[in-house]
């Protein structure tokens, strides 16, 4: 069965740092790109960043480029999202989702809450 | 960067009756690379239908997906009570590269 579990998330002040994982089982994770996709509390959804298989590939919303950094290590069949200089429109849960057809995302997590507020 | 717009906001209709969800883009989207998703509240979306017209695995038939260009539709053909949710629709454009949803549009019992 195809599993991805988010952790990471949480409360953190504006200005902060924090670093999202996504841990992967079920199917052969270096084989398959990722996707981080968020959601505010209320609102639709909004894609943040996608990385292939090998992380040669590599894309950010220009809502977070040049702040969050995404990265995986094939061998821990984990993904990670560093987030920097957070703002209080960062609060959103995060979810990863497996990539497939034309950069769908055919499995997701269940999300992790990150809450940027002093 | 390519905006997808949904239409209706707010879908009002009875279990058995025919849904009809609008993605207009605002430039031409490959059909390869506009998909369609189901969200129930507190729950992660769920993909229905990829490549436009390609449904998901284990997703009923009762879901189909077509269009092309700028203008793709998501049917449900008899409305089931486990359908009334919010559904987004989703493009990948690579100039520049990047992927983008639908502000969405909640199918709610009427």
């Known amino acids: 069965e195809v599993q991805l579990v988010e952790s990471g998330g949480g409360l953190v002040q504006p200005g902060g740092s924090l670093r999202l994982s996504c841990a992967a089982s079920?199917?052969?994770?270096?084989?398959?790109?990722i996707n981080w996709v968020r959601q505010a509390p209320g609102k639709g959804l909004e894609w943040v960043s996608y990385?292939?298989?090998?992380?040669?590939?590599?894309y950010y919303a220009d809502s977070v480029k040049g702040r969050f950094t995404i990265s995986r290590d094939n061998a821990k069949n984990s993904l990670y999202l560093q987030m920097n200089s957070l703002r209080a429109e960062d609060t959103a849960v995060y979810y990863c989702?497996?990539?497939?057809?034309?950069?769908?995302?055919?499995?997701w997590g269940q999300g992790t809450l990150v809450t940027v507020s002093s | 960067e390519i905006v997808l717009t949904q239409s209706p906001g707010t879908l009002s209709l009875s279990p058995g009756e025919r849904a009809t969800l609008s993605c207009r883009a605002s430039?031409?989207?490959?059909?390869?690379?506009l998909a369609w998703y189901q969200q129930k509240p507190g729950q992660a979306p769920r993909l229905l239908i990829y490549?436009?017209?390609s449904r998901a695995t284990g997703i009923p038939d009762r879901f189909s997906g077509s269009g092309s260009g700028t203008d793709f539709t998501l049917t449900i053909s008899r409305l089931e009570p486990e359908d009334f949710a919010v559904y987004y629709c989703?493009?990948?454009?690579?100039?520049?590269?990047?992927?983008?949803f639908g502000q969405g549009t909640r199918l709610e019992i009427k």
């Open positions: 989702a497996r990539a497939s057809g034309g950069y769908s995302s055919s499995y």
């Open positions: 079920g199917f052969t994770f270096s084989s398959y790109s």
């Open positions: 990385i292939s298989s090998s992380s040669s590939i590599i």
């Open positions: 430039q031409s989207v490959s059909s390869s690379y």
């Open positions: 490549g436009a017209s």
């Open positions: 989703q493009q990948y454009g690579s100039s520049p590269p990047s992927i983008t």
